[in-house]
Every structure is written in structure tokens, then in C-alpha cells.
């Protein structure tokens, strides 16, 4: 099996599930011309995002790594009437693209960035969210999930993106940062009481990957 078939699949299943969408083609299009990195989560990465928050009846959601957006405007999309979402962001010029995106989508009076490292602004928020999407750092991931777990409430849906990473996951002498950061994570999943989770390995146009989806007991 090839990226390439990977990809034919991924856009079949685009043309039968994902009608054309202007505001999230634009923040696409408006962060590559901005020099950000091609890393945002794929359509339909979001709209299992958006799905998943709709399940969730989220009516506040925080996101750990905003880039341009484009997971915050599937997110925020999902939100109940009257819900906000707060996303954390490091790097001013993502946060600047990322508000001009939302804004066009729509969604900028819903959205509040807060732009610093996130383990800076983590405690400043007050919770309970109910739904968390982690995507920054993947070193960090563990005290993403410590500070998840925190602001949760039971029913809170955490998700973490990027835990495969090409299945590397599976090596425990790894000395890649960020694996040892998702392998650390895992190993605080399996030790909370709080927590029940699952991990989805994926392969889609941007390669194999997957996430992990928790949820907190009630
Ligand atoms: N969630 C975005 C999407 O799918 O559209 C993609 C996020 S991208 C994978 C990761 C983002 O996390 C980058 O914009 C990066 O600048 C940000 N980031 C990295 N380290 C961070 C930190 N310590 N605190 C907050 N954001 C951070």
C-alpha cells in the first residue's frame, strides 16, 4: 500500500463527505502564503474533530497548538449555542494568521487566542472543558495531559494528535523527542484512574499517523 493510494482514498471519500468549504479552504491557502508550516490536521482529521466535539455537546473547548486555525474553525463550528473556544498558541505570527482566519470563518467572536507558550497560559485558564484537543510540542504532551485532566470534568473527550508517528511509537529505546513525549503520555494514560482511552492509527494524504482519544470517567 502506497501514499498514493492513500491519498486517491482520502479524496474519494472527500468528494462523498465533505462538501466544498471556502472559509477552511482559505485558511489553508492563507497560511501556506504565510510561510506556516503544512502541518494542520487533514478535512477529515477536522471533521472527526468537529464531530467528536458535536458528540460531546461541547460547549467549551480548548485546543494546545493553533497554527493557522484550521482545526479551530472545525472545532468551533461544534460548538453549542452560547459555547467558546480558547486555543493556545507559542508563535505570534501563527496566532496573527490563525485570528484572521477565524475571523473570515466567521468565528472570531467565539474563539479567544491566547498566544505564549502553553505551559504559560495553561494556568491561567479556568475550566471545565469539555472537550480538549492537544497538538502543540509533542514533548510536552505529558504535561498537556496532566493540565487536561485538570480543567476536565467527567465526559471530558481528550484527544491528542500525532501518537504513531509513522510507528515509531512502537519503539521504546527511541531517542526521538517527540516519541518519548507520546510514549510518556501513554505511560500517564495507563496510570489515570480518571481516564479511559483508545489509540487510532491512521493513513491518509498526509501519511500514517493516528491519535489517541480519551475520555474522563464520569
Ligand atoms: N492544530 C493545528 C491544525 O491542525 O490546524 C496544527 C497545530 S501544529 C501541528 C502545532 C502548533 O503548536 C504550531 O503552530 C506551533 O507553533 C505550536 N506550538 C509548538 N510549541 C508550542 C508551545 N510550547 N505552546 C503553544 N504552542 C506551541
Not at 103 to 119: H, S, T
Not at 144 to 172: C, E, M
Not at 188 to 209: M, S
Amino acid at each position: 500500500m502506497t501514499q498514493e493510494l492513500w491519498t486517491a482514498v482520502d479524496n474519494y471519500f472527500a468528494e462523498k463527505l465533505l462538501p466544498p468549504d471556502p472559509a477552511l479552504d482559505h485558511a489553508l491557502e492563507a497560511s501556506a502564503a504565510a510561510g506556516l508550516p503544512e502541518i494542520a490536521v487533514t478535512p477529515h482529521q477536522g471533521k472527526f474533530l468537529n464531530l467528536l466535539a458535536k458528540l460531546a455537546g461541547a460547549r467549551s473547548i480548548l485546543e494546545i497548538g493553533t497554527l493557522g486555525g484550521y482545526s479551530t474553525i472545525w472545532l468551533a463550528r461544534a460548538l453549542a449555542p452560547g459555547g467558546n473556544l480558547v486555543t493556545l498558541e507559542a508563535v505570534p505570527k501563527h496566532a496573527e494568521v490563525a485570528r484572521a482566519n477565524i475571523a473570515k470563518a466567521g468565528l472570531g467572536g467565539v474563539v479567544d487566542i491566547r498566544v505564549g507558550p502553553a505551559l504559560d497560559t495553561l494556568p491561567t485558564l479556568t475550566g471545565p472543558f469539555d472537550l480538549v484537543f492537544i497538538d502543540a510540542d509533542k514533548q510536552n504532551n505529558p504535561h498537556y495531559f496532566q493540565w487536561a485532566v485538570r480543567l476536565a470534568k467527567p465526559g471530558t473527550v481528550i484527544v491528542v494528535d500525532n501518537v504513531v508517528r509513522q510507528g515509531a511509537v512502537a519503539n521504546a529505546t527511541s531517542e526521538d523527542e517527540a516519541v518519548r513525549g507520546v510514549r510518556a503520555l501513554h505511560d500517564l494514560i495507563e496510570a489515570e484512574p480518571r481516564a479511559e482511552a483508545t489509540a487510532l492509527q491512521t493513513v491518509g494524504a498526509k501519511g500514517y499517523d493516528g491519535c489517541t482519544v480519551a475520555i474522563i470517567r464520569e
